[in-house]
């Protein structure tokens, strides 16, 4: 294998690594510290710690320290959900899919001061 593709095939398996550890396991038993229908955010990695759970929005999250400093999230509703960088959902964004969970990496830890559901964000905005 020539140099050129030994590279590539290290920064794939990286690649691939990084989504490896971000994923949280099938098996993780959280079912009941995220309840059916909200968006969580744990103050753990893995879907551990205390969590914060809301329905529609919460379009200021720095009074709360878990939402704020979150390690991991998880949607049990049945929409996209969207963090955001900036109160009242305005600035970067990310979507988040319904039925996903993983571990906030690295950028955003720290730095979601506000969520909400698809279907909330101009009630969010305000």
């Not at 290290?10 to 994923?23: H, I, K």
Request: with cysteine; aromatic share 10%; hydrophobic share 40%.
């Amino acid at each position: 294998m020539c140099k050129s593709s030994l590279g590539r095939a290290v920064v794939s398996l990286a690649v691939v690594a990084a989504a490896l550890m971000s994923a949280v396991p099938a098996g993780a038993a959280v079912e009941d510290s995220c309840a059916r229908g909200k968006f969580c955010l744990f103050s753990g990695q893995g879907l551990t710690g205390s969590v914060v759970a809301r329905g529609a929005y919460d379009n200021d999250l720095r009074d709360t320290a878990v939402g704020y400093f979150a390690r991991s999230w998880r949607n049990r509703s049945g929409h996209t959900w969207y963090v955001f960088a900036e109160p009242h959902c305005s600035g970067y964004s990310t979507p988040l899919g319904a039925g996903d969970a993983g571990d906030v990496n690295n950028d955003w830890f720290g730095n979601i001061r506000s969520i909400a559901r698809d279907d909330q964000l101009v009630a969010c905005r305000k």
